[in-house]
């Protein structure tokens, strides 16, 4: 069987954590580190407009000599942003994130925000789905179905 991002989401939760374009990246490391992520939604009201991760942070605002407390999310985020729908495969989402060498999807029902999901969500997915596949195959051959 298949796992979908719904049942990924079912799993983990659809908690997003978000900020605004002018928030300085000082506060959205903060936000990060409270919650325990990788990575923040930049929102404009209900539209998406960027994300920001880690890597964001390492790259343009550390290495460019930036100051975190002085630089506005909006200028180091990526707005090119990749989604996926909540009917995704485990397997569709890693092949895109291989892909396009992102590590989080944000995930659109409707048009509306429902979650977002990482790289190790996706994992932990498949690796749970290929240990089920393979208890069942050996109760199959043992015969303690």
């Not at 996926?84 to 495969?89: A, H, K, M």
């Not at 999807?105 to 596949?133: R, T």
């Amino acid at each position: 069987m298949e796992i979908t991002v719904r049942r990924i989401l079912e799993q983990k939760g659809k908690n997003v954590w978000s900020v605004f374009p002018e928030t300085p990246v000082y506060e959205a490391l903060v936000l990060m580190a409270e919650k325990e992520v990788g990575a923040l939604l930049v929102m404009k009201g209900e539209e998406l407009a960027g994300i920001i991760s880690e890597r964001d942070y390492a790259r343009k605002v550390i290495l460019k000599g930036k100051s975190s407390r002085d630089t506005p999310v909006r200028e180091i985020m990526s707005s090119d942003v990749y989604y996926i729908s909540p009917s995704y495969t485990a397997e569709e989402c890693m092949s895109l994130m291989l892909e396009k060498k992102i590590r989080h999807l944000p995930v659109f029902e409707n048009n509306a925000l429902a979650g977002i999901i990482s790289i190790g969500d996706v994992v932990k997915a498949i690796i749970n789905s290929k240990e089920q596949q393979i208890n069942e195959l050996s109760g199959y051959i043992t015969g303690s179905r």
